[in-house]
Every structure is written in structure tokens, then in C-alpha cells.
């Protein structure tokens, strides 16, 4: 027996996202090698993070590691898994650069690097703003939220006092509602009777918004009743609010009333940024190297197949593509954008996957079709609004209690993991009757909170709908 | 109705650990104001720190918000919590100094605030070998043994992929004995099959020892006991071996082959420090201004019934009191040393509350009596040894499946809150059956590794003994 060299087409994986995990579960029975690269050790379930950042679920509850989740796909051989950060990507090269100076080369690149948030060209804010993309971001958020508290509770200056019992949201999308409705959660019910010098329930949660409205992705219906939810769950929603600055005093915006416009400051030292994304550096290594283009938020514009122009090779998905959605039942029907979600992101991944074996079969490849099951937003206990997509039906939109259980189950179901689910059900169900938080522990560990660049003003588009 | 002045006496807490939160409770119902004052936010059940730091718990599974265990407590008005740093005891002016300059008087005051790792003197080797004791600890070494299995599968160089497979613990006490057996568990099963370039079996845990055996304050059945159950778990044992130098490379140690005497270096990355402990620096604060004497190891040496000779209204207790067990039954007996253990300190926390109300009450004090119960340690799946002081039957003494269970159980029934034991029993009994570690995740945060400087060479006194 002589031993054959390995002529499989190599594959390389950028990113363990929504996107990247689907693309290597459905190329792993292929005859391709698959290198799947991640910064960090595991796939995270972003859209319950902010649960992590407001202490309702541990870290481990919603990431799982990724060499757990994959391993029986890296027992069949083909499969390897590298922690490392792509710092650059060589197009004309067919080649990555690591960290560490490491040079991969690949036949396919499919890139799943994701996105950041988006400062609006002011950097300076994101020490006294962090944005909630990862785990570290969740960590940093949590110690700054139950570290306010502690520093109200032993600040004799009333109106240092105030600034600290002040959080401010920036943006209304589906993150900073999320985020708005239960730091307001926390302090009327979770911490209420745990201090002694100060009343939690006095604290005052504002939600700042640039556009008109909150959750402007969703219809004006829901948009209204997620508005009404929040000012119950005693939210200070400013909508038509442009910041202006972010510093260790305060958030400073433009507001109107009536036609006055007004400049207002609110004394603060809590700070979420949900008001912007922007998309992973590694665009603008794709745009030097593969000539590709980027839109105003640095996301690669790619083809209808997901590749890109001059390089067919590689392909970008998730929420660092700008795709637009091929209706292949109306084939004159305007292409619609893809919004930034996660269902998108898996699709995305398995297309991406499907016209890869199409390539290396020399097969036309297929364009993408975002199939759009409906959106849901969670605002704080018992609120939540649904706008689900029925086939056929047509839709159907509600929200409040029942929309909240929807909500609930479908991210529970949704979850990577049996040993998660189970454990995020109880941690809720806990919670829901205890109003207790259970993982309101801060560690010793010192601040993160260095944060990426990026281009010019635009809501967030990470609405959160189904599958 | 006139308002009248509060003259209920001040008692100043320091440290909600096991010691402080019984004094607490125990206080908490008297005619006195009690300030508790924590470095952090949540009391940590350390028992149970080692499976933080290898990835088995969460850090919310074992540590609970101090507002949230004392909220019962909060509610009858004269306990308050402030989450600061004490960095001084001026114990002749009767008042602590905090972190931000606040100086708070007390007329009583119960020192609880604990122990740190000591390196001998040589602090220079702290950030290569963290000790455990914080759940930033636990952190960084969940970072550092997750992240050496990742950077051997990306290590072309066999010598140096050779050095982040070899994972060295000094220290075989209780701590110690933990994390090697558990280090050697997570290459032995949970990673294996999960990397392609490295076999995870292959990775060598050595277990570094100053004194000829493990376990050295169990009987000398139960250490050679533990010593078989660390081989069988493939833990390579190193007894009679002196460090001296831990860098970047490795580890350097002094041991003996027969007569001969030998320097051995281990090449490793990561380094696991359990081999001393010394009180936390507050000690010193008192010898400055109580004239308090300390031992060795920076502890406190105190009267029989907890308090200093030249200020009766400080005691001081658990790890951080140098305290000796008085038999009423046998009055001239020696006293014995109390060992560092959380049963002593819960102990302490409990007469020092009491001998605070006597004094109160112009009544005579009563000396400390330790009531030991016995002492478990548990060293991988299936392996522990336990040692039970049963009154009048005598002693009762086993290891195998059996101990396992028996530490298993008594470390669930006392952890802090039902929630925190039903989650810990669920993720013990899914690792159980299938092997995995489901906090294996990693966030994104810069390492924490600050270490505290300490007096010479001991073992460490953490046996975790039972109740």
C-alpha cells in the first residue's frame, strides 16, 4: 500500500458564528478538508447575551465550546479546528494570515467574521459605552451595571448619587430595548429592599433613540405597542435623539420639543451603546485584496450567490455580507436586503456550503433567498412584541404576555445544546417567580472594554426574528 | 414623638466569607448596627472554586450577591452592605480607612478578610503560576489550561507543543490534589478526540510536592490511598521535590533519586500554585496599630476566645486568625491549632458573634472550640478520601466511589441557596455521564494575574473538612 497525497479542495472557515457552524455541518460528509477558524473557543447564542450582561444567565448557559459542538464532525477526519485570529485575508493569494504570523492557504474561503459596533466615528465614546457583541462585552456591562448600584449605595454627594443610580440606552432597536427593559426590571423589582441608603427603585433607565420611533424594523403597530410596554415597565423613551457626546460626565444629545431643539445632558457614568453595527475589519482586507466593495457600514457587498465578483472562490456570509434576498418565484421582483439576524446567517451558511459542492461539481450556482419567518422582540418581563410570517396565512402579530412565553420558547428551542435549554429554563423559571438574578456576581477581573472603528450614522439593523 | 439618637453599638464586619456572613447572621437580630464591608459583591463558596477553574461550574453555580443572601437580613433596618476595599485598620483610633479615603468608626469589630496564595517570597513567579482564591483566579486558569490545548494543536515545534501539553500543580494538598485529578480528567476524556494535530491523552499532569506525600494532614492510609488514585488517573506524583524557579519555561524543582540529589526542569506553560497560603494584609494593619503578633504564615495570633490582648473589641477570624481549640471537657489538654478549613471558619464567625453580645452584656467571654467533623478531599471521578470524626463510634475512614459520592453530596448540601445546589447537581450529573465540562468557554478579557506577597515555605493548611 502506498500512501496517496490528499488532493481534497481545502476549505477555510473564517468565523464560528450562525453563518460558520452551518457551513462546516453541512460540508463535513463532503470531500473537502475543512479548517474552521475562531478568535475565540466557542459559539455564542448572541441574541440572549444581553441576558448575560443583565446577570439573568451565566456565561456557559448561552456559548458552548466549539470543539463540543462539532466533535462529531471532527471525528470523521476532515475537519480541524483552530483558535486563532485572521488577521489578514490574501485574496490574490488564496491565503490567511494569523495572529501568530501563520500563513493558510485554501482553494475556498468562506467568511463568517461577523460584526462590531459602530461608534459612528467617535471612537472616544467606547470606553464610556462598551457595545454588547461578546462574552467580554456581556462581563463588562454586567460588573458596570451592579457596580453603579455599590457606588450609589456609598456615595454621600446627592448628585454624584444621581449620576450613578442614571442609565442611559443608546439606540432602540431589539438590543437596546432588550437591554432598557430589564436594567429597569433590576432596579423596580430584583434589587428593591437590598440597599440601605439608597431606594433602587428611584434609578432611571433612559432609552435614547436618533430615529422616530423604538423598534423601527417592526411595523408601526408593534413599534407603538413595544413603546407603551416600556414606559410600564417605567423606561424613559426619547425617540428623535442625536448624541452628541459620550463621556465620563454624561451622554449630551439634540432632542426637540415641539419645534424647539434643545441640547440636553444627562449626568451618567452607565452607558450601553445598542445604536450601531459595522462589519468586521476582515471586510476591508477583502476589499484591498479581492477588489470587493463595501457599503456605508463596511459590510462586503457580495453577488446574489454570495461570492464575490472577481473572486468566485470566496464567499461572504452572515452579518458581514450585504445579500440581497432572489424571490425565484417572481424573478422580476426587486431583491430585497437581508437584514442581520441570525436565521439569515444560518441561510446564508448553508447556501454558502451548497454552492461550494456546486462549484466543485462545476454546476451553476444558485442565488440566495432569505426565507423570513417573522420577528420577535423581547422588552422585560410578561412584554414582548411578534410579528410572525404564516405561509399562506399571511401574518400574524401580538404582543405582551403571550408574545413574551412565544419568545421565550423559541429561544429556548433555538439554543445550541439539551444541557442549556435545560438550564436556562429553570435559571428562568427561577427567576420569573424569585425576581432574583441569579448570576449577579462580578469578578475581580479589570475592565475590558477596547472596541473597534468604524463608518457613519445608521440604526442597528439586528432585529430578532425566528429560526 | 421625639427623635432619639441611635446608641446602638457600631460593629464593623470585614470579609463575607464563611466567618463574617455566620457572624453576620448571628448579629443580625441584636441591638447593634452592623456594616458588612466586602471587596466584592457576592459571597464564594471556595470549596468549590477548583471546578470553576476547570471548566465543571459556573461562577454564578458557587457564588451568590451578599445583598441577595443577607436580603432577609437587610429588611429589619440595621444591616448595611457596602461592596469597598478596607486598605487599613487603625484599630487605636477604632475606625477602618477604605479604598476611596472614607473612614468608617466602629465600637466593635470582627476581622474576617481572609487568606492569599504566598510565593515564598518569590512573587516574581506569580504570573506564571496563579494561585486559586478568587473567581478571577479561577478565571485565568480556565483561560490558561483551555488555551494550552489550543495552542499545542496550532504548535508546529514538537518541543515546544511537548511544554503546552504538561500542565504542572504545586502543592498536593486538598487544592492541589483537586486540580491535578481534575487536569488529568479533562485530557484523559472530556478533550479527547476533539483536536486533530494533538491526542489530548497525551498530555502530562505533574503534581509537585515539598513533603513526602499527598494530602499530608490526612492519616497516612488515606494519603497513600489518594497517591494510588492519583496514578490510576494518570497524575505523575512527585513527592520531596523543592521548587526553585518557575519562568516562562517551566518549572525548576530540587528532588532526589535515591541519595542522589537532582535538578530537574519541567517545560510547561501552565502552572498551578497550591502550595501556600498567607494571611491577607490587614494583618499587618493590626500588628501597626493593635500590636496584634502574627505567625509565620502573616496570620493573627489571638486570645483563646478570638479577640487581641490589647484590644478586646477586634477579634478575628477564619483563615486570617492563627487560633487554638479549647477543650472544656479536658481543661488541661494543650490547645490545638484550628486548622484553615471553612468549618472553623463558620465556627469562629459564630462565638465571635456571641462573645461580642457577652461583652455587651458585661459577661465573661468563652475560648474557641473546634469541632471537628472529619475531613474530605476529593481527587477526579470516582476517587476521594474521607475521614469522619464520628462522636462516641470514633473514627470512620474510606475512599473510592463511595468517599466520591459522600464529598459529592455533603459539597451540594452545603452550598449557599437551593437554586445554586439544583443547578450544581444537574450539570454534575450531565459531566458524569457524558464526560463534557460544560463551562469550557472563554470570554474575550485580558488575563488578571496580581498576586500578593507572603512569608516562607509551608504546606498549605486548606484541608475541606465537613460542615
Not at 439554543?415 to 424569585?434: E, P, Q
Request: glycine share 8%.
Amino acid at each position: 500500500m502506498t500512501s496517496r497525497p490528499n488532493h481534497k479542495p481545502k476549505v477555510l472557515i473564517i468565523g464560528c458564528g450562525f453563518g460558520g457552524l452551518e457551513a462546516v455541518k453541512a460540508l463535513s460528509k463532503a470531500p473537502v478538508n475543512i479548517t474552521l477558524i475562531d478568535r475565540t473557543n466557542h459559539h455564542l447564542f448572541q441574541p440572549l447575551l444581553y441576558q448575560v450582561a443583565t446577570a439573568g444567565l451565566s456565561a456557559p448557559a448561552i456559548s458552548a465550546p466549539i470543539r463540543h459542538i462539532l466533535r462529531r464532525e471532527m471525528k470523521r477526519g476532515n475537519l480541524t479546528v483552530l483558535q486563532a485570529e485572521v488577521t489578514a485575508i490574501d485574496a490574490a493569494d488564496k491565503s490567511v494570515v494569523l495572529d501568530d504570523g501563520e500563513r493558510l492557504d485554501y482553494d475556498h474561503l468562506i467568511v463568517g467574521a461577523g460584526a462590531t459596533h459602530s461608534y459612528f466615528g467617535h471612537d472616544d465614546w467606547a470606553p464610556y459605552a462598551p457595545g454588547l457583541k461578546t462574552l467580554a462585552d456581556a462581563f463588562d456591562i454586567r460588573a458596570r451595571v451592579i457596580g453603579a448600584f455599590e457606588r450609589a449605595e456609598r456615595c454621600a454627594d446627592p448628585v454624584e448619587r444621581a449620576a450613578w443610580m442614571s442609565f442611559v440606552v443608546v439606540g432602540a432597536g431589539p438590543t437596546g430595548v432588550e437591554m432598557a427593559g430589564t436594567l429597569a426590571e433590576i432596579a423596580q423589582h430584583t434589587l428593591a429592599q437590598q440597599f440601605r441608603r439608597i431606594d433602587s427603585k428611584l434609578a432611571r433607565v433612559v432609552l435614547l433613540e436618533g430615529s422616530g420611533k423604538v423598534l423601527g424594523s417592526f411595523v408601526p403597530e408593534l413599534s407603538q405597542r413595544a413603546r407603551e410596554q416600556l414606559k410600564r415597565l417605567k423606561v424613559d423613551v426619547r425617540t428623535g435623539c442625536k448624541v452628541t457626546a459620550i463621556d465620563e460626565t454624561g451622554v449630551t444629545y439634540e432632542g426637540h420639543e415641539g419645534d424647539v431643539q434643545l441640547i440636553n445632558h444627562l449626568p451618567t457614568h452607565t452607558v450601553v451603546w445598542a445604536a450601531g453595527v459595522a462589519g468586521s475589519p476582515l471586510g476591508r482586507s477583502l476589499a484591498a485584496t479581492a477588489n470587493a466593495e463595501l457599503d456605508r457600514a463596511g459590510r462586503v457587498v457580495v453577488q446574489p450567490d454570495l461570492s464575490l465578483l472577481e473572486h468566485p472562490e470566496v464567499q461572504v456570509i452572515g452579518d458581514l455580507a450585504a445579500a440581497h434576498s432572489y424571490d425565484p418565484d417572481h424573478p422580476h421582483a426587486e431583491p430585497t436586503p437581508v437584514p442581520g439576524v441570525s436565521p439569515a446567517a444560518k441561510q446564508m451558511g448553508r447556501l454558502a456550503a451548497a454552492n461550494l459542492l456546486r462549484r466543485l461539481k462545476h454546476e451553476p450556482t444558485e442565488p440566495f433567498r432569505y426565507r423570513d419567518y417573522g420577528s420577535l422582540a423581547t422588552i422585560g418581563r410578561r412584554a414582548a412584541v411578534v410579528d410572525l410570517a404564516v405561509p399562506v396565512f399571511g401574518a400574524i402579530r401580538f404582543s405582551g404576555l403571550f408574545a413574551w412565553l412565544f419568545w421565550l420558547f423559541a429561544h429556548i428551542y433555538f439554543l445550541i445544546g439539551f444541557r442549556n435549554r435545560l438550564v436556562v429554563l429553570i435559571d428562568w423559571a427561577w427567576a420569573y417567580l424569585t425576581f432574583e438574578r441569579h448570576a449577579r456576581v462580578v469578578a475581580e477581573t479589570p475592565r475590558a472594554t477596547e472596541s473597534a472603528s468604524a463608518p457613519p450614522l445608521q440604526d442597528a439593523p439586528d432585529t430578532q426574528p425566528l429560526a
